[in-house]
């Protein structure tokens, strides 16, 4: 209901300026002439509570250079919604002690590439089929999606998938969903099972920050031009270092870190937080 925010916005001191429909009836742009970082601290002191309590998500942006022109999102519990290595523990009859583990990683409590290493040896011996079966049978795509990376690469962004997780995955995702590049772990195979062990580089967060820098440059870019997505520890070096970065669906100790979130929305509010209307999503 506009008008009780409206509403609430008057009562605490805050003027507007104009008003404009993103998706009718959904999302709207609200205009004021406070400075971006005034405004948004006045809101969080002032109305975090009431925006959870209606289950509203909120983002405040200066009006220039809103649409980014590079999009790099974490997969696991983003792009998707389940955590492969969860489900492939599943497989093994082994999932809330691996959920555990990754839970404790994505909260920032324990080191990231440590975790990973542990969480894959208990997957040692694993069949190569239940990756697929996972794949085939859980993998789900999170909604809009498809429209965020259509609609950026439409209007010229490059995109790119980063994860924690593994190629196995991301290479489908990132062709289903059009992505220009993608990067993940390796898991270790020895014929038909899994080795336990994790191949080469792991994608950790320093990791995604370097990824975000190098298309940025290669593509004669800054950070500023920048959206960047994710949910876990691992993803706030890249949030914090893009123009634009949310933390969606995140885990609390992100959402305390960065200052854009998406709690309740799928993920064509990335699009509308960018100023994109449901005439321009495709």
């Not at 409206?6 to 009562?11: R, T």
Request: aromatic share 8%.
């Amino acid at each position: 209901d506009v008008n009780s925010i409206l509403g609430q916005f008057q009562k605490i001191g805050i003027s507007i300026d104009g008003q404009k429909w993103l998706s009718r009836g959904n999302v709207i742009e609200l205009y004021c002439p406070l400075p971006a970082e005034e405004l948004r601290a006045l809101l969080h002191t002032k109305m975090d509570l009431f925006f959870l309590d209606q289950k509203i998500d909120w983002v405040v942006q200066s009006s220039g250079d809103r649409r980014k022109k590079m999009l790099i999102t974490d997969m696991d519990s983003t792009i998707i919604q389940c955590e492969c290595i969860d489900e492939l523990a599943d497989m093994a009859g082994l999932k809330d002690r691996v959920a555990k583990i990754t839970d404790a990683a994505m909260n920032g409590r324990i080191d990231f590439p440590a975790a990973l290493r542990e969480r894959v040896a208990l997957l040692k011996g694993l069949p190569v089929a239940q990756l697929q079966k996972v794949l085939d049978e859980r993998v789900r795509l999170t909604p809009g999606a498809m429209e965020l990376v259509s609609t950026m690469r439409t209007y010229g962004a490059v995109c790119v998938l980063v994860s924690g997780g593994f190629t196995f995955f991301t290479e489908p995702v990132a062709r289903r969903c059009r992505f220009h590049f993608h990067h993940a772990c390796q898991l270790g195979i020895n014929g038909m099972e899994l080795t336990g062990e994790v191949l080469g580089e792991i994608v950790d967060k320093e990791a995604k920050l370097r990824y975000l820098n190098f298309y940025a440059g290669t593509s004669g870019l800054t950070p500023v031009d920048v959206c960047a997505l994710g949910d876990g520890a691992n993803d706030v070096p890249m949030l914090e270092a893009a123009g634009l970065g949310i933390a969606f669906h995140a885990k609390e100790n992100v959402n305390r870190a960065i200052k854009n979130r998406i709690r309740f929305n799928d993920l064509r509010a990335v699009l509308y937080v960018q100023g994109y209307s449901d005439e321009d999503i495709g």
